[in-house]
């Protein structure tokens, strides 16, 4: 039986980050073994979830991962924890857009079978607070609305008020949090993107399970958490999905404050495969790790240390002469500009005949179709995926491009080579690793 509750919200900006983060926070410090889930593609939640759990973060999405694989994907990132905090996104019922909710936090909180606590932000109202969680319960019965915790609640009266309209509606207040300056610090820009920042991030979660722990009645949310049903479904086992071979080969992962943004389970399933994955600091190291066969970037901000990495001028070349070489190489997002010959003036590995800058930002689902042969899928291959980007890259010459959707191609593909701004999730297509895995293995 695992243990689960989702925190939702009526919207963005309510506050259902920090309260995630510090309940996770707050039971972990009470002995209480959590493991952190995000539904939808976000990386730097999870980031502050693996800070209050110290568990691997994890997401949930029906569009990436596809819908049976969203519990067992639930069930083997909790396989260690007593109880599963799942943060949605957005509002509740927001999901993809054209779909009638499809990957919503109602979506993924129906599929797993989990109760709802809605965080509101109650800075601005106070009766009108019930009238607004009464009608998120009314709108879909099949999703359990089993309480509210009020944030940004400047007074005693003006909690008594609230309290006092929400009677009628029989959904419980778990919890009464009060409007605190430094909390609202929590937002997306401070996701540990350094060792500098990754200290605030940690001294902002101890605040955060401070804050929770002084406001909500944990004893209460747990008891929520475990009148979640059974759940029937075998967890997700990254062995059913790749197979080792005889030898272990080494893949350089880079990671840093950079490329923080990869899916837990995308390691999982490379180490499943009997891939021993090195991490590389593309800043401070300047030589790829001994006997290095692949190379895996993630996303993440490129220009938050593009000095750092421009001025890494060994491991620049390195890189630039072992996929020269040959070498397998993976690269999503902020992978893709430090393949470029520059980005923002400043230059980069070279491997990729482009100019990468700054710009506007593009992001959403995509339903993508390979466009030609690569080292991580085969021509006309389609699958789901995610863009997002605050970079653009001009090519001057090349490879041809990894993805096509509507109508546009985009990224990078050869028979070695894959970079692109569309994140997919390995999980939601496993055979994406198995490609990557026989290249490495020169199969």
């Known amino acids: 039986m695992v243990a689960r509750i989702v925190i939702a919200a009526p919207a963005t900006g309510h506050g259902k980050t920090s309260v995630a983060t510090g309940l996770m926070a707050a039971l972990r ?38 819908e049976d694989r969203v519990v067992p994907l639930l069930l083997h990132g909790a396989r260690t924890a007593d109880i599963a905090v799942v943060e949605g996104v957005m509002g509740l019922f927001d999901g993809a857009l054209g779909t009638e909710g499809y990957a919503s936090t109602a979506h993924v909180a129906k599929l797993v079978g989990a109760p709802v606590v809605l965080v509101v932000d109650a800075s601005t109202a106070s009766r009108s607070v019930a009238a607004s969680v009464l009608g998120f319960v009314r709108y879909d ?9 009020l944030n940004r609640v400047d007074s005693r009266p003006h909690e008594e008020e609230i309290r006092a309209a929400l009677e009628p509606t029989g959904v419980p207040v778990l919890g009464v949090l009060p409007h605190d300056d430094e909390v609202r610090a929590a937002g997306r820009h401070l996701g540990p993107a350094s060792s500098e920042r990754r200290a605030d991030a940690e001294r902002l979660v101890v605040r955060l399970a401070e804050w929770v722990a002084a406001g909500v009645d944990l004893d209460a949310v747990v008891r929520v958490a475990r009148s979640a049903p059974e759940l029937t479904a075998r967890a997700w086992d990254p062995t059913d999905d790749v197979r080792p071979g005889a030898r272990r080969p080494v893949v350089a992962a880079v990671s840093d404050g950079t490329f923080t943004f990869r899916y837990t389970e995308t390691v999982e399933l490379l ?9 590389l600091d593309p800043v401070r190291d300047e030589t790829l790790p001994e006997a290095c066969a692949g190379l895996y970037f993630g996303g993440g901000f490129p220009e938050n240390r593009a000095e750092g990495l421009s001025a890494n001028v060994a491991l620049r070349h390195r890189v630039a002469a072992a996929v020269g070489e040959g070498m397998p190489v993976v690269a999503e997002r902020a ?42 899928a085969v021509r006309d291959q389609k699958v789901r995926g995610h863009e997002f980007r605050f970079t653009s890259v001009e090519p001057r010459s090349g490879p041809a491009a990894a993805w096509t959707w509507d109508g546009r191609e985009e990224g990078f593909a050869s028979a070695t080579l894959h970079a692109s701004y569309l994140h997919v999730h390995w999980a939601g297509h496993p055979e994406l690793a198995r490609r990557f895995v026989a290249a490495v293995r020169d199969e």
């Open 29 to 66: 410090a009470r002995g209480v073994a959590v493991s952190g889930h995000k539904i939808g593609p976000d990386f730097v939640d999870p980031c502050f979830h693996a800070l209050a759990t110290g568990l691997p973060p994890r997401n949930l999405d029906p569009f990436l991962q596809g």
């Open 141 to 149: 019965p099949e999703v359990r609305v089993a309480g509210v915790i």
């Open 271 to 279: 180490e499943a495969a009997g891939i021993e994955v090195v991490d």
């Open 335 to 376: 992978g893709v500009v430090y393949l470029c010959r520059e980005f923002d003036g400043l230059p980069m590995a070279g491997v990729l005949d482009a100019v990468a800058r700054t710009a506007g930002g593009a992001l959403g689902y995509r339903d993508a179709t390979a466009s030609a042969d690569s080292v991580l």
